[in-house]
Each structure stands twice: as C-alpha cells, then as structure tokens.
C-alpha cells in the first residue's frame, strides 16, 4: 500500500500564488509516476498535472499550462505543484494521486493511490 498526503492549501487572492506538496509513504518503490487532480463543487474531476519519477517527464492541462509547475523530490518521494497566477476558476479541491505505469498518465482511472485533498480557494 501507497499513502499519500497532501499539503499546501489555502486561500489567496486572484493573481497570487500557492505551492501544494504530496508525501508518498508505505510502498512507494511501487509507484513510477504522480499526478494532480481538482475537483470543484458540481464539477468532475479534472486532471491538472503528471509526472514521471524517473527522467521527469511531465503533462499538463492546456488550462494550467504556463501557470503551474509540477516537479518531484526523488530522496524525499514529495511531489510538488507551483501554481503561480491563480485565477478564481483554479478554486477547486486538489488531490494528489500515484500510479504504477511507467507513462505519464492523464486519466484519473489509470491512478491507484489517492491521497485526501487539500482545499484551494482562490477569490477575486
């Protein structure tokens, strides 16, 4: 079994920024890649970013791309996510998930560990 969890939340104003992380614990040689999902109310999950552990390779949604950064932290199995320019339609609940293919993956269904999110809220 994979944990995760995550942190980083918060409020801020439109414009500002946020760095959310994600700590992997348990079996987590099993995991080959991580990724960011968002959730906001009366809206399906929506994948935001991935990346792979090994070579970094990373994918993200055209509504983030520019803004947000995902990297990793091989020693410290963290996951992270820069979000620089928040926008109020970024507000959303964040989740980190793991998953154990070794391409980077966009599909929440191809995730098998998911942490229990951590609230962003961004005003205007």
């Known amino acids: 079994q994979v944990q995760l969890v995550e942190s980083g939340g918060g409020l801020v104003q439109a414009g500002g920024s946020l760095r959310l992380s994600c700590a992997a614990s348990?079996?987590?040689?099993?995991?080959?890649?991580m990724g960011w999902f968002r959730q906001a109310p009366g809206k399906e999950r929506e994948f935001v970013a991935a990346?792979?552990?090994?070579?970094?390779?990373?994918s993200y949604a055209h509504s983030v791309q520019g803004r947000f950064t995902i990297s990793r932290d091989n020693a410290r199995n963290t996951v992270y996510l820069q979000m620089n320019s928040l926008k109020p339609e970024d507000t959303a609940v964040y989740y980190c998930?793991?998953?154990?293919?070794?391409?980077?993956?966009?599909?929440?269904?191809?995730?098998?560990?998911w942490g229990q999110g951590t609230q962003v809220t961004v005003s205007s």
């Open positions: 998930a793991a998953q154990r293919s070794s391409l980077v993956a966009r599909n929440s269904r191809q995730y098998d560990y």
């Open positions: 348990g079996r987590a040689f099993s995991i080959y890649g």
């Open positions: 990346i792979l552990w090994t070579g970094g390779t990373t």
